[in-house]
């Protein structure tokens, strides 16, 4: 009998792509606001009501991931809605978010994605696979440890230098977490920083924008879980850019579980890191 696989070695690009495609179908047989608003009356690991959809989703993820498991691989699932599922090794984590940007999902806006990260350790630092897929504009944005980013199946075009307006402010920066209460603490703050700034309302997209260059900076204005943007801080830094969680030593030491540590800061150089590192947010860790 052959050897198990290890589990960075599985095909989770082909279980994300059965995944999204399920997810896809899913959207299209509910497109109004009225039929994706229902509620299953129940709230998710992360704290959040969920939905018939967001329920659906990780159904769709967790099939794949049951499917990977009977063939062999050991992990633990890590998932907003049922919280950690131990698959046999707690070592190797598999972080999920089915649909982030459920809010604009079930309000019918276009930005909302699959967001699926594997790591062989604990935090942000050991994410070795990451995988985002934007239901609006259809893109497929994965990456692997050390080897780049592709962008539909094909390696990202060497992006640009990040842009400044007259005063030396990046050109956009992309917020998230935008309470209005949060934009109004942040602002003064953010205008010396951004001529622009942009909230999609999805943590997995907009980082992704970064990735491209897109937008020049990003930052999340409360602590962000890790399901929202373990994916795609590597699809960031594998595109050469730089991503910061300021609540820990380590830039990188947010831990993969749960709970919203700390919020998160990304842009194409240090000195925009250290610029946005300014702006006021919730940095302290719990």
């Not at 997810?23 to 229902?38: F, G, K």
């Not at 704290?47 to 009977?70: S, W």
């Not at 909302?112 to 995988?131: E, Q």
Request: aromatic share 4%.
């Amino acid at each position: 009998m052959p050897a198990a696989p290890h589990a960075l070695e599985a095909d989770w690009l082909g279980a994300c792509r059965i995944a999204t495609g399920e997810l896809r179908q899913l959207l299209h047989d509910r497109p109004t606001t009225a039929e994706r608003i229902e509620e299953t009356g129940a709230r998710g690991e992360g704290g959040d009501r969920t939905l018939v959809i967001d329920q659906r989703a990780e159904d769709a993820v967790f099939a794949q991931l049951e499917r990977l498991h009977d063939e062999g691989v050991r992990f633990m699932a890590v998932s907003e809605e049922r919280g950690e599922v131990d698959f046999g090794d707690g070592a190797v984590r598999v972080v999920i978010d089915p649909l982030d940007g459920s809010l604009n999902a079930k309000r019918g806006l276009p930005a909302h994605a699959l967001s699926i990260a594997v790591a062989d350790g604990p935090t942000m630092a050991d994410v070795a696979f990451g995988y985002v897929h934007d239901f609006g504009t259809g893109e497929e944005w994965t990456a692997r440890r050390e080897e780049g980013v592709l962008l539909d199946g094909r390696p990202l075009p060497e992006p640009p230098g990040e842009r400044r307006d007259d005063e030396g402010r990046l050109e956009i920066v992309a917020i998230e977490s935008a309470d209005p209460r949060w934009i109004a603490r942040a602002a003064t703050d953010l205008g010396e920083v951004a001529h622009r700034f942009r909230a999609l309302g999805t943590v997995a997209v907009a980082l992704c924008q970064l990735a491209a260059t897109r937008v020049d900076g990003f930052v999340t204005l409360w602590r962000t879980r890790a399901v929202d943007v373990a994916a795609a801080q590597l699809i960031v830094r594998e595109s050469g850019a730089l991503v910061a969680f300021p609540a820990f030593d380590e830039p990188l030491g947010a831990p993969l579980d749960l709970h919203p540590h700390s919020p998160v800061i990304a842009a194409r150089t240090p000195e925009a890191l250290e610029r946005l590192r300014a702006v006021p947010m919730e940095v302290h860790a719990r």
